[in-house]
Nanobody, 122 residues
């Protein structure tokens, strides 16, 4: 019912920037909490940034001040601007649409994209 497709991943040197995008329908944007997550090999999935139905944003301590989550003018793309990238940012990045908002994060069982790889070299 809900489809999410990430794009914009790639390889970059430490200190560089990348911008990820996730195609989102207007219906999904209006009715779900949207977020960005990442997972490195052998590690658990980590929540990075969230944006509520009203546009309120929340960031994890690991990316606060470096990453910015936003929606485009048409509300059909979810974006993640990543600056000052570090080797430890290397992971597969996923966007998600979840049904709830609690304690300033998206919660519940929802929908996930296939992911896009980000590799940061030292």
């Amino acid at each position: 019912q809900v489809q999410l497709v990430e794009s914009g991943g790639g390889s970059v040197q430490a200190g560089g920037s990348l911008r990820l995008s996730c195609a989102v329908s207007e219906y999904t944007s209006r009715n779900y909490c949207l977020g960005w997550f990442r997972q490195a090999p052998g590690k658990e999935r980590e929540g990075l940034a969230y944006i509520s139905w009203s546009g309120t944003t929340t960031y994890s301590d690991s990316v606060k001040g470096r990453f910015t989550i936003s929606k485009d003018n048409a509300k059909t793309n979810l974006n993640l601007q990543m600056n000052s990238l570090k080797p430890e940012d290397t992971a597969k990045y996923f966007c998600a649409a979840l049904p709830g908002w609690s304690n300033s994060v998206c919660v519940g069982s929802g929908y996930w994209g296939q992911g896009t790889q980000v590799t940061v070299s030292s």
